[in-house]
């Protein structure tokens, strides 16, 4: 604090807080030139890296289609990240995945898909085809080709995901779920309702036994599974399961 208050005095950085408060500072270029030089002198750079990684990382959610309250913070970082990619790692792979799911909750598709598809090579690369954070990866990319409507190119991207997931975390968990419900979706948007029916029903299992029948996540596969029933005109299938949806969704 010493040193900060010490760099304000001389206009070398300012308190430039982020608008929902958070702290933060704008530093002078030559400022960052001296921390920069004295890192890689002293090899402090490395950790320096890993701290800067886990706070972006805690600051882009995980699911940005669903957190529109994070993204002023995340506008103001993303030019930082943009500019600097970091080392090829794990988590610099799931922090692009982040920031590309950011843009992709506010249909920026352009600004999305490098970021998309930078995240799955790295991720590719250092931690192999079938791990989970692949299978994110994969689900992610596909999400911004069906967000498009290009149905085939996000098929197989849909298929490999739900394929490492049922292989690494088992066919009950809830991110296999998630997996099956999205390739559902784009069945039914190609006119496979049997196949489309059978994917949401097995996501609806799942839900109900893992997560609970009251849960808002189970609540939309019953009104994806009912909403499909709607559309084959089995009315009546539809209408208990929406009548099994909790009043409180």
Known sequence: M???????EVSLLKHDPFEDGTPAITVHRLVQAVARARSEANDSARGAVGQLIARLLASYPGDGYSN???WPLCAKLTPHLLAWRGPEDASVSELL????THFLGRAAYSQAAPLLRDALTMGEKVLGPEHPLTATNLNNLGRLLYDQDELSGARPLYERALAIHEKVLGPE?????GCLNNLALLLRDQSDFAGARQLF???LAIREKVLGPEHPTTAMSLGNLALLLWDQSDFAGARQL???VPRRC
Request: a negative charge.
């Open 2 to 8: 010493e040193a900060l208050a010490m760099l304000a």
């Open 242 to 244: 929406f009548e099994r």
């Open 173 to 177: 968990h809830p991110l296999t779920a």
């Open 97 to 100: 995945g982040r920031a590309g």
């Open 68 to 70: 529109p309250e994070s």
């Open 201 to 203: 029903e097995r996501a």
